[in-house]
């Protein structure tokens, strides 16, 4: 896996600042007013730091920006990044400047001089998350990167409250290198093994391989990577952090470790893109991985179905019936349309298994939804209005782009089939929703339950605050928030 930025945390020395030979870092306010470790590094500088909150050109700096100045006499360091965050700062903000200063310090060793535990696990973190670098295929990759040091005057507390968000970074980076990783890479033999080793942090894995699948009766599924030489498989994954008798909260991953589109191939330009396509289940293992390392008091299950949708000989084919785990029968009428089809058995086992207290799937799961939502934020499609609200709360906190769309009848009847229970598409218009309704189909009443369509935000061509271009790790930040808000015991 991607390593995270190295991180260390010592007690303020003033002669270690002195003395350090890449970029010391400090922050003041809006204000003009300079943290305690900005009015040591001041005095060591002759008051260069001051000189330059006094500027005319100070008026125009915001919050979350970083300024260098360079060369500053009286210091050993190749230049002084002033960070500008307000007191009362926003977690945006904080983790904003953090991404900069990666930016500003060109590999160089920073030396972060900064007091206030959660401000500098803030700055750390975006400086992390934004130092992912997918370079497993680059031969001419650098062995290793230079860390960070954090100066605090209370340098414990400062680990402390950044312990819990470098496990949302860890589960970000596996995230990230799963939806990256090639597709001759990741087959689902590999993205399984690769759940498997999660057993060393605490969590239950089981891999469940296409004799039991069929056991079952997992058939929607099944005819999915039926044409593909991979064989299909779900892996659940079980984190027991909170009370023995309380019902987990169910993460349900699409893992289509390629989609060629099946018999209804889709066109040769941009198919390369559909290595993302087990973005879903990759969110879902990553965040696994974060309330694991961060020992969440919360009960989880994270199940992925892993299948390859590819043409063949003996392919599923368009018309073909097929019967769900549940019983209903489905029309297939496009191949391409496999999300679905892969998710209904998973989640109606997720239910019949585990009774869960809530249900989230998430799915790179349409075309359509980039065309509604770009990608800025991911499609919410759900059956419950709180639990709604609490996710679009918990993303929004994380500034992670997320928008509810409408689910309805009128949407569920354009899924009616001539000769099945229904088909598995609806036609073009509202084809992120008639997607939903189908998943809906497939979730009990009882059950509360959240979709996030993530084909837009999953991968993404230019880079973004937090994330280089390519895998994002979206939702990673908001469900381990959901999880941190609403299903902890403490
Ligand atoms: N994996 C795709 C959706 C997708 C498209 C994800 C672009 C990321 C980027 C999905 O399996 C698919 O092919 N959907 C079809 C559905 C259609 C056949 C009803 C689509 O969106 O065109
Ligand atoms: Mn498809
Ligand atoms: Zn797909």
Same mark, same amino acid.
């Given at each position: 896996?991607?390593?995270?930025t190295?991180v260390?945390?010592?007690a303020?020395d003033?002669d270690a600042?002195?003395?350090?030979?890449?970029?010391?870092?400090?922050?003041?306010?809006?204000?003009?007013?300079?943290?305690?470790?900005a009015r040591?590094?001041?005095?060591l500088?002759?008051?260069?730091?001051q000189?330059?909150?006094? @500027?005319?050109?100070?008026?125009?700096?915001?919050?979350?920006q970083v300024?260098t100045?360079?060369?500053? /006499?009286?210091?050993?360091?190749?230049?002084?990044?002033?960070?500008?965050l307000p007191?009362?700062?926003s977690?945006?903000?904080?983790?904003?400047a953090g991404?900069a200063?990666?930016k500003?310090?060109?590999?160089? #060793?920073?030396l972060l001089?900064?007091?206030? #535990?959660?401000?500098?696990a803030?700055?750390?973190?975006?400086?992390v998350?934004r130092?992912?670098?997918?370079?497993?295929?680059?031969?001419d990759?650098?062995a290793?990167?230079?860390?960070?040091?954090v100066?605090?005057s209370?340098p414990d507390? /400062?680990?402390a409250a950044?312990?819990?968000?470098l496990?949302?970074?860890?589960?970000?980076? %596996?995230t990230r290198?799963l939806?990256?990783?090639?597709?001759?890479?990741?087959?689902?033999?590999?993205?399984?093994?690769r759940?498997?080793e999660?057993s060393?942090?605490?969590l239950?894995?089981? *891999?469940?391989?296409?004799?039991?699948l069929e056991?079952?009766?997992?058939?929607?599924?099944l005819?999915v990577g039926?044409?593909?030489?991979?064989?299909?498989? *779900?892996?659940?994954?079980?984190?027991k952090?909170?009370?023995?008798? /309380?019902?987990?909260?169910a993460l349900v991953?699409?893992?289509?470790v390629?989609?060629?589109?099946?018999?209804?191939?889709?066109?040769?330009?941009g198919?390369?893109?559909m290595?993302?396509d %087990?973005?879903?289940?990759?969110v879902?293992?990553?965040?696994m991985r974060a309330l694991?390392?961060?020992k969440?008091?919360?009960? *989880? *299950?994270?199940?992925?179905?892993?299948?390859?949708? %590819?043409?063949?000989?003996n392919a599923?084919r368009p018309g073909?019936v097929?019967?769900?785990?549940k019983g209903d029968t489905?029309?297939?009428?496009?191949?391409d #349309?496999?999300?679905?089809l892969v998710?209904?058995d998973?989640?109606?086992y997720a239910?019949?298994?585990? /009774?869960?207290a809530? %249900?989230?799937?998430?799915?790179?799961?349409?075309?359509?939804?980039?065309?509604?939502?770009?990608h800025e =934020?991911a499609?919410?499609?759900s059956?419950?209005?709180?639990?709604?609200?609490a996710f679009l709360?918990?993303? @929004?906190?994380?500034g992670?782009g997320?928008w509810?769309?409408?689910?309805?009848?009128?949407y569920?009847?354009?899924?009616k089939?001539?000769i099945a229970?229904m088909? =598995?598409?609806?036609?073009?218009p509202?084809?992120?929703?008639t997607?939903a309704?189908f998943l809906q189909?497939?979730v009990k009443?009882e059950?509360?339950?959240?979709?996030?369509?993530i084909?837009?935000?999953?991968?993404v061509?230019s880079?973004?605050?937090l994330?280089p271009a390519g #895998?994002?790790?979206?939702?990673?930040?908001?469900l381990?928030?959901?999880v941190?808000?609403g299903?902890?015991t403490?």
């Amino acid at each position: 896996m991607t390593d995270l930025t190295p991180v260390s945390f010592a007690a303020t020395d003033i002669d270690a600042i002195a003395g350090h030979e890449g970029r010391v870092a400090v922050v003041v306010t809006p204000e003009g007013k300079l943290e305690l470790s900005a009015r040591r590094v001041n005095r060591l500088t002759k008051g260069a730091v001051q000189r330059f909150v006094d @500027s005319d050109g100070f008026a125009k700096v915001k919050a979350g920006q970083v300024t260098t100045l360079a060369w500053p /006499a009286g210091m050993a360091a190749q230049a002084v990044d002033v960070i500008c965050l307000p007191r009362n700062h926003s977690v945006e903000e904080a983790r904003k400047a953090g991404a900069a200063l990666g930016k500003a310090r060109g590999g160089k #060793a920073l030396l972060l001089a900064a007091d206030g #535990a959660r401000r500098v696990a803030e700055i750390v973190f975006g400086l992390v998350m934004r130092d992912y670098d997918f370079a497993a295929h680059k031969t001419d990759a650098e062995a290793s990167e230079t860390g960070v040091t954090v100066m605090a005057s209370k340098p414990d507390e /400062a680990e402390a409250a950044a312990a819990p968000l470098l496990a949302i970074a860890e589960g970000t980076f %596996m995230t990230r290198d799963l939806v990256n990783e090639p597709a001759n890479v990741l087959t689902t033999t590999e993205f399984a093994d690769r759940l498997s080793e999660m057993s060393e942090l605490g969590l239950e894995v089981e *891999v469940l391989d296409e004799d039991a699948l069929e056991k079952l009766g997992m058939r929607t599924l099944l005819c999915v990577g039926q044409g593909s030489d991979s064989p299909s498989k *779900v892996v659940v994954m079980q984190w027991k952090g909170g009370a023995d008798d /309380a019902a987990p909260l169910a993460l349900v991953g699409k893992g289509v470790v390629f989609d060629t589109g099946g018999i209804s191939l889709k066109p040769a330009g941009g198919m390369e893109d559909m290595t993302m396509d %087990m973005g879903g289940a990759g969110v879902v293992a990553g965040t696994m991985r974060a309330l694991a390392r961060r020992k969440a008091k919360a009960n *989880v *299950v994270g199940l992925v179905g892993l299948v390859e949708n %590819m043409p063949s000989g003996n392919a599923t084919r368009p018309g073909d019936v097929i019967t769900s785990m549940k019983g209903d029968t489905v029309e297939v009428i496009n191949t391409d #349309a496999e999300g679905r089809l892969v998710l209904c058995d998973v989640m109606w086992y997720a239910q019949e298994r585990f /009774a869960p207290a809530g %249900m989230i799937d998430l799915a790179t799961l349409t075309g359509a939804i980039i065309i509604g939502l770009g990608h800025e =934020n991911a499609g919410v499609f759900s059956n419950d209005d709180g639990f709604c609200d609490a996710f679009l709360k918990a993303a @929004s906190k994380e500034g992670e782009g997320a928008w509810r769309m409408p689910l309805g009848q009128a949407y569920d009847d354009l899924l009616k089939s001539r000769i099945a229970d229904m088909k =598995n598409i609806g036609g073009r218009p509202a084809g992120s929703v008639t997607a939903a309704q189908f998943l809906q189909r497939f979730v009990k009443p009882e059950t509360p339950w959240i979709h996030l369509d993530i084909a837009g935000v999953a991968s993404v061509k230019s880079a973004t605050t937090l994330a280089p271009a390519g #895998a994002t790790g979206w939702g990673v930040m908001a469900l381990n928030r959901l999880v941190a808000d609403g299903y902890e015991t403490d």
